[in-house]
């Protein structure tokens, strides 16, 4: 097979050339030697012999190894193969137990590729006892093209064995056990690089921190979903970030071999970034009403400091690859971040925003639903993210590492140098992904929002209201949300039933969005409307702006026609169909369209006489309340007086909200805010607004009424980057925030999305305070700040019609989506349905009973 030259050493062991087995002439000159107390056979090249890879033989003085040239047939290559297994294996077997694999054998070898493959820098190490040699690429070695396991320079081509995959396996491992490795910037079979590893001890922090509360309670879905978003940013910045880190550790000058070295290197540079990071984030401390550049240096210290502390972790576990507790270490301390994670949220010390007491009413924990996370649920759902994790760890750093190697074959330069930018486009990929999710539900939320349901597909009979005899909109361009409101329009006998007084017909008039192509279109509509009614010759008239989805909050108009008895006008204009979070893109819209009908509405009025002008309300709920509000965006309280506006009730306008903000100012969320500027009164919670002195009440005429805990005051793209205000240290935190929470990047974010969910689901003819919801306090709010006249016995019969209303007008719709099902399943669908309206009531109710509710006139 080959030909054997035993010769003897210095130290005892045999010396052992054999024939070249390279299937090129060119690199065909190699040979071996046995060092060491096991006898294993070392192969060396001869091709380039450095003083570190000499010939053993040549270094006991005995003379040099004489390699043969011609290259051996493909059948003796596989003969010799199979030779130096089994001779290997042998060996392990006899090796002493406990003795130091590092220098028990090595092997240096240069070899060809099939034709046709460009050249590559390459290298084969066998460092301790196994039978197959392990492959690395030297161009990405960092260390001047040098093996990091015995430093060895040969030139040749890729290693003609198998697939591509670079391997090596760590000097210094313990009996002789092989760990499949990479180095930095490459991928690892079965196992992660340093980056990698860091990214995963960030994310399993990030996970138990995750299960801290934000504004309202949540169920075991949300807490899953935030679980995932947490870990995974967690990871992926990790990563990215400490994959920067580690190539600037393998370009400091003994940062790419041997294995201890580069772990004392890359600590020695995420020791440094740890330490930097702390200085970055002492000098840039949080401040209220701070610039985002500030708030983007500090968040760059924390993200460093992070990562930095995950890398020294990171570098430790390095070293005790390959030990034969190495992977239970690894295990354990990822569970141990994962548990300082969830007790650093001090969990008996933390609460929700919704569980916030309120000092004078002794009460907390108000929403419309409570909501709670299964503790059996959690930790399987923590597990079970933790476990993707991994998966997902090692994909990322398949696809990151890819895509390095194909930008390097592009742009030229290493792979290792490219690793970070993979990583990045990774994340990148990720992002799109979540955008194609974002559009695809856009796409089939479209549609049922622009449906008419089948309780209101009956025009209105009234002239008064918009669809009805002499409209110039058309019922069937009406929405869900606009056909909703113009059905539930009020009657004159209603009114006079509750209130008790002669009342006449309201006038309620909408443009929906398909009632014209553009926003020009549907604001002269809308005017027309106006026009047709003779609306400005009511004694009051309202211009109510629609959320995202096109809703009118139904309690606030029937409060203002009950309180005029009928004697007013309300308009509405809708710009999407959507849900409020996903119609934020069409904001500019919404008020330009609305700033041409305050427009028209203030040149019709101006055109009348003084004592003839209708009282000019503006209201509006949640992103219409943006809408509304920026169309006097840098006008400060000259806007709003500038065009005779008489008063104005906002309830949960959005952080994103300018004009807002230009009258807030610099005060503190801290303070109780005092009333300001001019007439307008901008309160922390409710309880601000309860707690205003009787006399400062009547000044108010522009109320920004939110909810302490409601999410859509406090969520903005800033959560991304920055710590809001109202979730400062201590107990320095405005009413109805979250207690001994702490802000993370991107998952408050996310656990504030999640809120907005979760902020407003109502039960039928129940008024609860907390959330987005404010059907509690709307009617006398509108009572005080519109002041409207009404005694507090009228006051109490409107509330409870409007409770009742609200009730029969579900039952309704739903009554009419049990009719429309198949009759062998109607009655069950009944049956649910009375089981359902037993739950909202607290009483029990058969069909008849709902039958006898949908007879009646709800409308």
Same mark, same amino acid.
């Given at each position: 097979?080959?030909d ?12 052992a050339?054999?024939?070249s087995?390279s299937v090129s002439?060119r690199?065909?000159?190699w ?8 006898s294993t056979p070392?192969?060396i090249?001869?091709t ?5 890879t ?6 006991a ?10 290259a051996a ?7 010799i193969r199979e ?7 042998s060996s ?5 137990a ?5 220098g028990?054998?090595?092997g ?15 290298h084969?190490?066998?460092?301790g006892?196994f039978?197959?040699?392990l ?8 260390r ?9 320079r040969p030139?040749g081509?890729p ?6 995959t670079?391997?090596r ?5 313990r009996r002789?056990r092989l ?12 196992g992660l690089?340093?980056?990698a590893?860091a990214?995963?001890?960030?994310g399993?922090?990030?996970t ?12 075991t879905?949300?807490?899953?979903l ?5 870990t ?17 550790a ?9 294995l ?5 290197t890359?600590a020695i540079?995420?020791?440094s970034a740890?330490a ?6 002492r000098?840039?401390?949080p ?5 985002t ?5 500090r968040?760059?210290?924390?993200s460093?400091?992070a990562?930095a %502390? $995950?890398?020294?972790?990171?570098d &430790? ?8 507790t +190495?992977?239970? *270490? !690894?295990?354990?301390?990822a569970l141990?971040a ?7 949220t ?13 000092p ?9 639903v409570h ?7 959690a ?11 991994v998966?997902?760890?090692r994909?990322?750093?398949v696809?990151s590492g890819a895509?390095?190697r ?6 030229g330069?290493?792979?290792q ?8 486009a990774?994340?990148?990929a990720?992002a799109? %992904? $979540?955008?194609?999710?974002?559009? &695809?539900?856009n ?5 049922p929002? +622009?449906?008419? *349901? !089948?309780?209101?597909r ?11 005899p ?7 361009d009406?929405?869900r949300?606009s056909?909703?409101?113009l059905?539930?329009?009020?009657t004159?006998?209603?009114i ?6 002669p009342a ?5 008039v909408?443009a929906?969005?398909d009632?014209a192509?553009?926003?020009?279109g549907r ?11 003779r609306a400005?010759?009511?004694a ?9 989805s ?27 169909v ?5 119609s ?20 019709r ?7 003839r ?11 219409g309340?943006q809408?509304s ?13 500038g065009?005779?506006?008489?008063a ?8 994103a909200?300018?004009?807002?903000r230009e009258?807030w ?6 303070d ?5 500027p001019g ?8 309880r601000d ?17 939110q ?17 809001p205000?109202?979730m400062?240290?201590?107990g320095?935190?405005?009413p ?5 929470t702490?802000w ?6 996310f656990m ?20 987005h919801d404010?059907r509690r306090?709307?009617p ?8 409207l006249?009404a005694?507090?016995d009228q006051?109490?019969?409107v509330q409870?019609?409007?409770?009742r ?8 719709r ?10 062998p ?10 089981e359902?309206?037993s ?21």
């Amino acid at each position: 097979m080959a030909d054997w030259i035993t010769g003897s050493l210095a130290s005892g062991p045999t010396v052992a050339t054999y024939r070249s087995v390279s299937v090129s002439s060119r690199c065909a000159q190699w040979a071996t030697t046995a060092t060491g107390a096991s006898s294993t056979p070392r192969r060396i090249s001869r091709t380039e012999t450095t003083a570190r890879t000499r010939c053993g033989r040549a270094r006991a003085g005995t003379g040099t190894c004489a390699p043969v040239a011609e290259a051996a047939p493909v059948a003796e290559i596989a003969a010799i193969r199979e030779r130096r297994a089994a001779f290997s294996l042998s060996s392990a077997r006899r090796r002493p137990a406990g003795s130091s694999a590092a220098g028990s054998w090595a092997g240096c070898g240069s070899f060809s590729d099939m034709a046709g493959v460009p050249p590559r820098r390459w290298h084969t190490c066998v460092l301790g006892m196994f039978p197959r040699p392990l492959r690395v690429s030297l161009t990405r070695s960092g260390r001047g093209g040098a093996c990091p396991g015995c430093g060895y320079r040969p030139v040749g081509r890729p290693h003609p064995w198998g697939a591509r995959t670079h391997v090596r396996w760590q000097a210094g491992g313990r009996r002789g056990r092989l760990s499949p490795m990479t180095t930095h910037g490459r991928i690892r079979t079965g196992g992660l690089d340093i980056s990698a590893r860091a990214g995963f001890l960030l994310g399993a922090f990030a996970t138990g921190v995750s299960y801290q509360p934000n504004l309202l309670s949540r169920a075991t879905r949300d807490q899953a979903l935030i679980t995932g978003v947490a870990t995974a940013t967690a990871f992926e910045w990790g990563t990215a970030a400490h994959s920067f880190l580690r190539s600037t550790a393998d370009r400091l000058p003994v940062g790419g071999e041997p294995l201890r070295n580069r772990a004392v290197t890359g600590a020695i540079v995420d020791a440094s970034a740890l330490a930097a990071g702390i200085a970055v984030c002492r000098g840039a401390s949080p401040q209220e009403h701070e610039s985002t550049r500030r708030a983007l240096v500090r968040l760059l210290g924390t993200s460093t400091l992070a990562v930095a %502390a $995950g890398g020294l972790v990171a570098d &430790a576990l390095e070293l005790r690859r390959g030990a034969r507790t +190495g992977r239970l *270490e !690894a295990g354990a301390v990822a569970l141990l971040a994962g548990a300082a994670g969830y007790l650093s949220t001090r969990p008996r010390k933390t609460r929700a925003g919704s569980f916030d007491p309120d000092p004078d009413e002794g009460e907390g924990g108000v929403e419309d639903v409570h909501r709670e996370v299964s503790p059996a649920k959690a930790v399987t759902s923590g597990i079970v993210v933790t476990l993707a994790l991994v998966g997902v760890a090692r994909a990322e750093s398949v696809v990151s590492g890819a895509f390095a190697r194909g930008a390097a074959i592009v742009l030229g330069g290493s792979a290792q140098d490219r690793r970070t930018a993979g990583r990045v486009a990774t994340f990148g990929a990720l992002a799109g %992904a $979540g955008w194609g999710a974002i559009t &695809a539900v856009n796409a089939m939320l479209t549609k049922p929002g +622009g449906a008419v *349901e !089948a309780a209101h597909r009956r025009p209105p009979e009234r002239a008064e209201v918009t669809g009805g005899p002499g409209s110039a909109i058309p019922w069937t361009d009406q929405s869900r949300e606009s056909a909703r409101w113009l059905s539930m329009a009020l009657t004159a006998d209603e009114i006079t039933g509750v209130m008790g007084e002669p009342a006449l017909q309201p006038i309620r008039v909408y443009a929906s969005l398909d009632s014209a192509a553009d926003a020009q279109g549907r604001a002269a509509l809308l005017l027309a409307e106006i026009d047709r009614t003779r609306a400005l010759d009511r004694a009051a008239f309202a211009l109510f702006s629609p959320t995202g989805s096109g809703y009118i909050n139904y309690v606030a108009s029937e409060t203002f026609e009950y309180l005029t008895r009928g004697n007013c006008a309300s308009a509405g204009i809708q710009y999407s169909v959507l849900p409020s979070a996903l119609s934020l893109t069409r904001v500019d819209l919404a008020t330009h369209q609305t700033r041409i009908v305050v427009n028209g509405v203030v040149q019709r009025l101006l055109a009348m006489a003084p004592e003839r002008r209708p009282k000019f309300y503006l209201f509006g709920e949640s992103l219409g309340s943006q809408v509304s509000e920026e169309i006097f965006r840098g006008q400060g309280m000259t806007g709003p007086t500038g065009i005779g506006l008489d008063a104005a009730l906002w309830i949960g306008t959005p952080a994103a909200t300018e004009w807002r903000r230009e009258l807030w100012g610099t005060r503190s969320v801290v303070d109780v805010p005092d009333v300001g500027p001019g007439a307008a009164y901008l309160p922390r919670g409710i309880r601000d607004w309860h707690g205003l002195p009787a006399a400062e009440r009547t000044r108010v005429r522009y109320l920004l009424l939110q909810n302490g805990d409601d999410p859509v005051p406090k969520f903005s793209s800033y959560l991304l980057w920055k710590r809001p205000d109202w979730m400062g240290r201590g107990g320095a935190r405005p009413p109805g925030s979250p207690r001994g929470t702490r802000w993370m990047p991107v998952t408050t974010f996310f656990m504030t999305f999640l809120d907005l969910q979760n902020a407003l689901s109502p039960t039928p003819g129940v008024f609860d305070e907390g959330g987005h919801d404010y059907r509690r306090e709307v009617p006398q709010a509108l009572r005080e700040v519109w002041q409207l006249k009404a005694s507090d016995d009228q006051m109490v019969a409107v509330q409870a019609a409007l409770r009742r209303r609200e009730l029969a007008w579900e039952v309704k719709r739903r009554w009419a989506v049990t009719e429309a099902v198949p009759t062998p399943v109607r009655a069950a669908a009944q049956l649910k349905l009375a089981e359902t309206v037993s739950r909202w009531t607290g009483r029990t109710l058969d069909t008849a009973a709902l039958a006898e509710i949908v007879a009646t006139d709800a409308g």
